[in-house]
């Protein structure tokens, strides 16, 4: 098992299922934070695959890993267990201090990312979706949510979950008092958003 070797390493190697190993390399003075050439860390790489790998998470968090720290695009171990609706990681990152306004190399946050669209197919879809449901809980709980940050568009999050048409995410976050006035760079609020749909849906 070459966890070091070349990125992105094979995702198995990170399983839940390799816990003994990883202890094993933890204990002989891996470093958590070690970083490939890419630029990427081996606890983002851990958390750059689509298995809900808590068990390894916690062992890398106990042994060091920096749950901040960010990759060349300003990506932080949060914004990929988001990405990847990894409610468990989620939940265990937040609870060892990750930063929720984090925001990547566009200025999202993980609350932009959780109303964006995710590829899924087949039978993983409504998984996804009620996955999706519970990591959005786990941030509006959150004492420091930004309801409001804008991104590199001056999008909110809420916007997002409008043109995205995730209505009951729009609706959660409106009932929270997220502000439903900012505009994005182009001038446009979530309500010119919700219209723009609507004209489009009868247009069809």
């Known amino acids: 098992m070459d966890i070091l070797g070349a990125y992105p390493p094979n995702g198995d190697i990170f399983s839940d299922s390799n816990l003994a190993q990883i202890q094993e390399f933890l204990h002989r003075g891996l470093d958590p934070n070690y970083r490939y050439c890419s630029g990427v860390l081996l606890f983002h790489a851990a958390v750059d695959i689509p298995l809900d790998n808590v068990r390894v998470f916690r062992e890398l968090i106990n042994a060091g890993a920096e749950v901040n720290l960010r990759t060349h695009l300003d990506l932080t171990p949060l914004h990929f267990a988001v990405y990847h609706r990894k409610e468990q990681v989620v939940r265990a990152l937040i609870q060892s201090g990750a930063s929720v306004n984090a925001k990547d190399f566009l200025g999202r946050t993980c609350l932009h990312l959780v109303v ?63 502000n439903p006035n900012i505009c994005n760079n182009f001038s446009e609020t979530p309500l010119h958003c919700g219209l723009c749909s609507t004209a489009k849906l009868y247009s069809n």
């Open 116 to 178: 964006s669209p995710l590829v899924s197919f087949g039978p993983q879809i409504q998984f996804h979706i009620l996955k999706k449901s519970r990591i959005i809980n786990e941030l509006l709980q959150h004492k420091n949510i930004d309801l409001n940050a804008v991104d590199s568009n001056g999008e909110t999050p809420l916007m997002m979950a409008v043109k995205n048409e995730k209505n009951k995410a729009a609706l959660r976050l409106l009932q929270i008092n997220a």
